[in-house]
């Protein structure tokens, strides 16, 4: 689960971790309100959207006065960045920036423990430091049964600066972003940029924190903060369908049994010069109402050109996945071409069901997606 910036910082002052005064806003009028009430020359204006690359998009502005207020927040309330829309901005007071380092927690799954990540190159996308400059990334893998002392975190801040006063204040918000890290079960706690204003003071200037979803019945108070986008409300709609959907925003949805298939079938997509549009892992597929919502699901998404459905028969027959396919597409009507490999049990019989239909129909897999990714790239495919 992500949350805004916004509430990120409400938890960060929680934890004793220093941002800039600021507050979330509805409207142009509320940002009005609000600058009014900080009685401060310069603010930050932020789109607030569960995505990166903001500012990049136009969504971070500074306004030096109350009309400028006015102006930027009217821009920015209702822009679309990576397809979301902004319902909200967060207007915060500007600060006199010095240096900026990038600092968070997360989950290494190769040591299998919590991890510490700083970089003296904080402000811009951290995966660019990582490809172009790895040297300047340091991680610090943390033993969950001694946590982070004193001694640790000192030894941490002094690895990126040498002033005596400056690395204590980084050193407590080590200390702190660890605590709640821990107890509020997050899977990412990040501060980027982490900033040294020119008075020596030591300013978490954004914030962003994920939870771990299976964790989220131990904090109500965190779970009143979810505000799930539309693609997440689809994910979660998927599980209580009784199957696994993550939206990726290609254009092949896909339709498999099996985790392992699903991803060896997007990776195979991705192989042959497509973009696969989703995960999505039906399980038991001969169930005509399980693909019948898959296929809505598949179809909502308005950059599908193609559907591409992989099947390999195990305990589930073939013949009982095409009956299923028949009733389900009986049902759904659609001009996207859909594409269907069976393979397994009783795949014979299945194909032998399905060849007087309009779908189209190969024998392996790697007919299956050349043939999905063939339809993909003309301009209005048709079956």
């Known amino acids: ?14 934890y004793n971790i220093k941002t800039p005064k600021g507050g979330v806003c509805y409207s142009v009028q509320d940002a009005i309100d609000l600058y009014t009430k900080y009685n401060v020359d310069k603010v930050v204006i932020k789109a607030q959207v569960h995505v990166g690359g903001r500012g990049k998009a136009g969504g971070i502005k500074i306004a030096n006065n109350i009309n400028e207020v006015e102006n930027l927040s009217n821009s920015i309330l209702g822009m679309q960045i990576k397809g979301l829309t902004v319902d909200r901005v967060m207007i915060a007071q500007a600060v006199d920036i010095q240096m900026e380092y990038y600092l968070s927690f997360t989950i290494d799954r190769n040591s299998k423990s919590v991890i510490l990540i700083l970089s ?3 402000g811009v996308d951290i995966e660019d430091i990582a490809a172009k400059t790895p040297h300047k990334i340091l991680k610090f893998p943390i033993d969950t049964t001694i946590g982070v002392p004193d001694f640790f975190a000192q030894k941490a801040a002094y690895q990126l600066t040498s002033d005596k006063n400056i690395a204590f204040q980084i050193k407590e918000i080590i200390k702190n972003l ?6 509020k079960d997050c899977s990412l ?8 204003t020119k008075d020596g003071n030591v300013v978490a200037v954004d914030g962003k924190i994920n939870f771990d979803d299976n964790a989220l019945y131990r904090h109500p108070e965190i779970l009143e903060l979810n505000n799930p986008t539309e693609e997440e409300k689809k994910e979660l709609n998927a599980k209580e369908s009784g199957f696994s959907y993550i939206h990726i925003g290609g254009d092949i949805g896909c339709m498999v049994n099996g985790a392992g298939l699903a991803m060896a079938t997007m990776d195979m997509i991705k192989l042959y010069g497509g973009e696969p549009a989703n995960f999505l892992d039906i399980g038991g597929s001969s169930n005509p109402n399980k693909v019948i919502e898959a296929m809505k699901l598949l179809l909502s998404d308005k950059q599908v050109k193609v559907v591409l459905i ?4 195990g305990i589930t027959r073939c013949d009982d996945v095409a009956k299923g396919l028949l009733e389900a597409f009986s049902q759904i009507k659609t001009d996207i071409p859909v594409v269907i490999r069976l393979s397994g049990t009783n795949d014979k019989e299945g194909r032998e ?6 779908l189209h129909i190969e024998h392996t897999m790697g007919e299956a997606i050349s043939k999905a990714v063939e339809l ?8």
Do not use: R
């Not at 992989?310 to 028969?313: D, E, K, L, R, V």
């Not at 993909?376 to 079956?383: G, H, R, V």
């Open 353 to 358: 069901l399905l060849k007087d239909s309009s």
């Open 310 to 313: 992989n099947i390999f028969g």
């Open 120 to 122: 003296e190159e904080g």
């Open 376 to 383: 993909s790239k003309l301009t209005n495919p048709i079956n």
């Open 178 to 183: 660890y605590m709640l890290f821990i107890q």
């Open 1 to 14: 689960m992500k949350i805004f910036e916004y509430q990120a910082k409400e938890l960060f002052d929680s």
């Open 189 to 196: 706690t990040e501060i980027n940029p982490l900033v040294i």
